[in-house]
Nanobody
Framework: QVPMVESGGGSVQVGGSLRLSCTAP????????MGWFRQAPGQRREEIAG???????TFAGDVKGRFTISKDNVTNILYLQMNNLKPEDAAQYYC??????????????????????WGKGTLVTISS
């Protein structure tokens, strides 16, 4: 498994927006789901958004309505549009991809992937 490559993080004020990107250097299968995760200092990694091979999406409750996940099916680049950012959104953001039959189940299961699976992530900081 080649780690994913995340980018687009930065420092933004409360209420601002960022768009994160994730590229998958390896081969993506037709049935792959893709998802975004984040980890704040001292906290566990959490799932925040996912998209399956049919384009169905799911979001964690605290980002619903503010974040949008999308995927370019030609380039296999995954995006996370984050609007109305809040201080609690500050974290290292990661992406993942894997074959899945149920998006929500896979997002929870992906939290158990070993540390050697995850890429370097991209850091989002929020200033007031």
């Amino acid at each position: 498994q080649v780690p994913m490559v995340e980018s687009g993080g930065g420092s933004v004020q409360v209420g601002g927006s960022l768009r994160l990107s994730c590229t998958a250097p390896g081969f993506l299968r037709k049935g792959d789901c893709m998802g975004w995760f984040r980890q704040a200092p001292g906290q566990r990694r959490e799932e925040i958004a996912g998209i399956d091979s049919h384009g169905a999406t799911t979001f964690a409750g605290d980002v619903k309505g503010r974040f949008t996940i999308s995927k370019d099916n030609v380039t296999n680049i995954l995006y996370l549009q984050m609007n109305n950012l809040k201080p609690e959104d500050a974290a290292q953001y990661y992406c993942a991809a894997d074959i899945c039959f149920n998006l929500q189940s896979w997002l929870r299961m992906a939290l158990n992937y070993g540390e050697d699976y995850w890429g370097k992530g991209t850091l989002v900081t929020i200033s007031s």
